[in-house]
């Protein structure tokens, strides 16, 4: 499916409401990798030369990337047929924005701003909206005031915030507290205006999409095993960054919703274009195969540098299962949608290690938990973990309208579960939809779901 403009973002707090329907038949290409799309845009605006993007993620996350780098004096365009086009600013060096950067409902854009803007000697003001307001910022704040930014923030460190870059940042060798690639990439981006080696150790491997794509411009990027499980990456600073072409995959996390949605519903049979496969961000399928998901891989191979694959789902019986911690970082995006698969399958799914997961764009355990509940699935819920009672194929009750706060995944996984509860299901706002996947209802309904954004639960 391609898009010659971004899809109009529905008015303030519109309803959405799903229902049960027919199978889910037919072929689809979600929207670009987010994680992808919105390096491609930054990192092709501090390269030298020309960067091309083809399938860029024309959602709002990223498409507020592109302003911002507009802001800081890249040229950021979009031809016809969806080329984009980056002339980088190289070694001219970004310029002072003349007023506040807002970067809307985007984590990654906020960490991965403060990092490449904490290693420019000019002061940027970073906001976005009430999500992004309250999410924490002193896991990136934390490392690069180590490597001599500074930064004013609200309370606990939130945006509004203001980065004192220095032009001459220290090198520094980090472990991070938590798996997370935002963090990663945040010390990376500051690394290449330091003079030496930046080195940040992960306890868990998390997505490289910022190592592949920095090694691609130019940058010596050196990845080892810390020999615990976990990865220690070295950045050589002050490469000279050359653009280049960067095709992006669909992203596998939006393609989790049609995914889970034709594996629950009876008589379903789909193929997904395209798919990303870093076997950092697999996680959910292999979740869903351990479930007895019934999943074809199909048409394997590299583009773009990446491992991309078409995935044929068929309708099947899901059983519960255990899901390992350590799979967390490789499927963090997808934990909603499989607590939805988890609804419909026979037996209990155990789910550790999601404290990650409350500090999201919401408290996604806290929130799938009150949904879930609300809709009547059977779960159990600590700091951490969740425990989730199928319906062994029997939908909820559902008929209940769930509150998204301002959660593009929350919507569009209770959106799915709709698709299978015996009642419709309603989420009180489908704008933030737009952020990571603007064409979601009109891609569901071309497979044949009843998804209505702006209709009433009856
Ligand atoms: C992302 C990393 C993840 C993920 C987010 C995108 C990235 O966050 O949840 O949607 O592009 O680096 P964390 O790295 O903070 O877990």
Redesign the pocket.
């Known amino acids: 499916m391609s898009h010659d403009s971004p899809a109009p973002r529905p008015g303030p707090s519109s309803q959405g409401t799903a229902r049960r329907a027919g199978p889910l038949k037919g072929t689809c290409r979600v929207p670009g990798d987010?994680?992808i799309s919105?390096?491609a845009l930054m990192f092709g605006g501090i390269a030298g030369g020309t960067t091309t993007v083809s399938g860029l993620l024309e959602g709002e996350d990223v498409l507020g990337t592109a302003a911002a780098m507009r802001a800081l004096g890249a040229r950021v365009e979009r031809s016809q047929g969806g080329l984009w086009t980056v002339e980088g600013v190289g070694a001219a060096r970004l310029r002072e924005p003349e007023d506040v950067v807002d970067l809307g409902n985007s984590?990654?854009g906020a960490?991965?701003f403060a990092g490449l803007l904490a290693g420019q000697p000019f002061t940027t003001i970073l906001t976005g909206d009430a999500s992004l307001r309250k999410r924490p910022m002193a896991r990136v704040t934390d490392p690069l005031s180590s490597m001599g930014a500074r930064f004013e923030g609200r309370s606990g460190g939130r945006l509004p915030m203001a980065i004192v870059g220095t032009g001459t940042p220290e090198a520094i060798h980090y472990r991070l507290p938590?798996?997370?690639?935002?963090?990663?990439?945040a010390v990376m981006l500051c690394g290449l205006a330091a003079e030496g080696v930046t080195t940040v150790e992960e306890p868990e491997p998390?997505?490289d999409?910022?190592e592949n794509m920095l090694r691609h411009f130019g940058a010596t990027v050196v990845v080892a095993d810390n020999g615990a499980g976990g990865r220690i990456v070295t950045l050589e600073g002050r490469p000279a960054l050359t653009g280049g072409h960067i095709t992006v995959p669909a992203d596998p996390?939006s393609a989790a919703f049609p995914l889970v949605a034709a594996a629950l519903v009876e008589g379903s049979e789909v193929r997904l274009t395209d798919i990303g496969r870093n076997p950092l961000r697999t996680g959910l399928m292999t979740t869903l195969q351990e479930m007895g998901a019934d999943l074809g891989i199909e048409n394997e191979r590299i583009d773009g540098g990446e491992p991309i694959a078409d995935i044929v789902v068929r309708h099947s019986a899901l059983k519960g299962v255990e899901v390992p911690p350590e799979r967390a970082?490789s499927m963090?995006?997808e934990y909603p949608v499989l607590m939805v698969a988890a609804a419909l399958a026979e037996g209990k799914t155990v789910m550790r290690g999601l404290g990650?997961l409350r500090v999201?764009e919401s408290d996604r355990l806290q929130v799938m938990a009150d949904g879930l509940a609300a809709a009547g699935v059977e779960i159990e819920t600590g700091e951490d973990w969740m425990v989730v009672h199928g319906g062994g194929g029997k939908g909820p009750a559902g008929g209940v309208t769930v509150a998204t706060h301002l959660d593009h995944r929350i919507a569009m996984s209770f959106l799915v579960l709709g698709l299978v509860s015996e009642n419709p299901m309603t989420v009180d706002d489908v704008a933030p939809v737009a952020t990571s996947f603007p064409v979601f209802e009109d891609l569901m309904g071309g497979l044949g779901a009843d998804i209505d954004f702006g209709g009433d639960a009856r």
Do not use: W
Request: hydrophobic share 25%.
């Open positions: 987010k994680s919105h390096r984590g990654t960490r991965l938590v798996a997370s690639a935002q963090v990663k990439s998390t997505r999409h910022t996390s970082p963090i995006d990650e999201k």
